[in-house]
Nanobody, 120 residues
């Protein structure tokens, strides 16, 4: 099975922007959906947004609507998450995921995670 390799995390000030990338390497049959999830310690992992190979975007998490944009380059088997107007509550480990559908139960592969920290 292939890997999901994330990049682009880091520390940013409130109101700043970051762009996360996730490249799927190797086996690509189970990349119909690629998505971003996030998790903070002590809380459940939540889906930020997902995108299908067709380009159809799965619903954004309400709290990021209008600030985050997910996109996909099928030729590169890569997805992106443009995050603008970042808030402290966006601080989390962000995970890339891939599977048949953009729901947790259908996710078959996870990335190792990339930390995003938003502070004043």
């Amino acid at each position: 099975q292939g890997q999901l390799v994330e990049s682009g995390g880091g520390s940013v000030q409130i109101g700043g922007s970051l762009r996360l990338s996730c490249a799927s390497t190797g086996h690509t049959d189970n990349t119909n959906c690629m998505a971003w999830f996030r998790q903070v310690p002590g809380k459940e992992r939540e889906r930020v947004a997902g995108i299908y190979r067709s380009g159809s975007v799965n619903a954004y998490l309400d709290s990021v609507l209008g600030r985050f944009t997910i996109s996909r380059d099928n030729d590169k088997n890569t997805i992106y998450l443009q995050m603008n107007s970042l808030k402290p509550e966006d601080t989390a480990m962000y995970y890339c995921a891939a599977g048949a559908h953009c729901v947790t139960a259908a996710i078959q592969r996870w990335g190792q995670g990339t930390q995003v920290t938003v502070s004043s």
